[in-house]
Each structure stands twice: as structure tokens, then as C-alpha cells.
């Protein structure tokens, strides 16, 4: 089930796809994975990819590897940190919505973005709330700690919504991003990812300065796809 991934979208869809192989028995527990060769070749990634996918799958408990004779990457399920534990306690419905809100906003956000760049083209963005843009992406680049990070990509989003000067919208994403904080805090936190994230947002912000509407929601929902999969892949 494992098939050729997009290169700039190369390791949220690693980590996506092979955790749900392993989740749907693929590869069983107990069970080696693949060698790494063999696995870059069927998913058309570096081999420094698959390695970062599989630092990200054991940090969730995925897998661990074992070294010395017989060893390799093994199936192990067993969450090992507390991000790890609290996503296995989630349940079935809890999953459902998240997965739920995760479709969500793939609608929500880039529509927003859209209209947030649509304004700046046409003269109805003020100096004040461009400048709290670049504000609010100077923060998210500056988080020092998980959590300051957190809190500083939920208030980038929430500044993009409200430049769209829609109430309605503004509500909608606050209540994306409360659920999508909760599905964050269930997965480990992870140095490539948050890198990646981060150049996207850098992206899509230059896109609403530039008054490119279309650029800006290519952007955003190359970053919710993103999100999506790595979230999918690693709470399941």
C-alpha cells in the first residue's frame, strides 16, 4: 500500500503512510519493517527522509530499532512518551471529529487567506494590520519552546482570519484551531515538522502582503494537507 509521495510534501506523507500500514496490520506487531533502502525506493523519498518519517514513528511508539543480529525497525504499539499514551486513550469519537475538523479546514483557512491577500490587493488591508502580520510570523519563527510555538502558529492563523474582516470566520477558525491544539498536543513534537510548518507559513504570508489571493490559499492548503497528514498518520 505504500506509493510514491511528492517531494516537498515528502515527510508528513512518509510518516502518514507508513504509520497507517502499520495501524492496519501491514506490518504487524512484532513484525521488521522493510530495510531503509527498500522503503525510500517505494516511496521515492532520500534516504535522510525515510530516517526523519521513522525518528517521528518511534517518538509516537510505533516502532523501536533494535540493534545487532536480528534487528532492524520492529512493530512495537507501544506509546512511550506521555504525547504518545494520551493519543492511544483518545477515542473512537473523539478521533472522528478531529478527522472531522481536520476536513474542515481544509475549506475554512484557505478560503480565509484568499480573502485575506484579496484585500491587501485591493487597498482595504491597513498599515496597522499588515504590520500585525508580520508580528504574528515574527512570533511563530521566534518560538523558543513547544508550547510558545503553539501558541504563536494559532495566533498567526487567527491574524490572517481576522484581516478577511469576517466575524463569521474569525469564529470558525478560533474553534479549528482549539480542536487542532488538542490533536497537536497528542502527537510528539517534532523538529522537522515544525521547520517545514514554519516556511509555510512563511509562504503564505508573503502571498497575503503580495495581494496574490490565489498564491495565498495554494499556500494554506498545502500546509492543512501537511498537518493533516502528519496528524492522521500519528494519532490514527
Known amino acids: ?20 500500514a502499520i495501524r ?3 506490518y504487524p506487531l512484532g513484525s521488521t519493517l522493510p530495510a531503509e533502502r527498500e522503503l525510500a525506493d517505494r516511496l521515492h523519498v532520500s534516504r ?3 530516517r526523519e518519517a521513522m525518528a517521528a514513528l518511534r517518538q509516537a ?6 540493534r545487532g543480529r536480528g534487528g532492524g525497525t520492529v512493530v512495537t ?15 473512537a469519537a473523539v478521533r472522528a471529529d478531529w478527522l472531522d475538523v ?9 478560503g480565509g487567506a484568499y480573502l485575506a491577500a484579496l484585500r491587501q490587493r485591493d487597498g482595504d488591508l ?27 502558529d494559532s495566533r498567526l492563523h487567527l491574524t490572517i482570519a481576522a484581516l478577511t474582516g469576517s466575524p463569521r ?5 478560533t474553534d479549528v484551531q482549539r480542536v487542532l491544539h488538542e490533536m497537536l498536543l497528542a502527537i510528539p513534537v517534532l523538529d522537522t515538522n515544525i521547520a517545514h510548518s514554519d516556511r509555510q507559513h512563511a509562504a503564505v504570508v508573503r502571498a497575503v502582503l503580495a495581494g496574490k489571493p490565489d498564491r495565498a490559499r495554494k499556500a494554506m492548503e498545502e500546509h492543512c494537507d501537511d498537518t493533516a497528514a502528519l496528524l492522521r498518520g500519528l494519532v490514527g
Open 126 to 152: 491597513e498599515e496597522e494590520q499588515r504590520d500585525q502580520l508580520h508580528a504574528a510570523l515574527d512570533e511563530v519563527a521566534g518560538a523558543d519552546r513547544p508550547a510558545e510555538h503553539r501558541q504563536a
Open 77 to 91: 504499539l507501544k506509546p512511550r512518551t506521555p504525547s504518545a499514551r494520551k493519543a492511544a486513550r483518545v477515542s
Open 102 to 110: 481536520l476536513e474542515y479546514r481544509r475549506i475554512t483557512e484557505p
Open 1 to 20: 500500500m505504500l506509493r510514491p509521495v511528492r517531494g516537498h510534501h515528502a515527510f508528513e506523507a512518509c510518516v502518514e503512510q507508513l504509520a497507517t
Open 61 to 66: 511508539g510505533l516502532v523501536e530499532t533494535r
Open 169 to 173: 470566520l474569525v469564529a470558525a477558525v
Open 24 to 26: 492496519l496490520g501491514v
Open 48 to 50: 535522510a527522509t525515510l
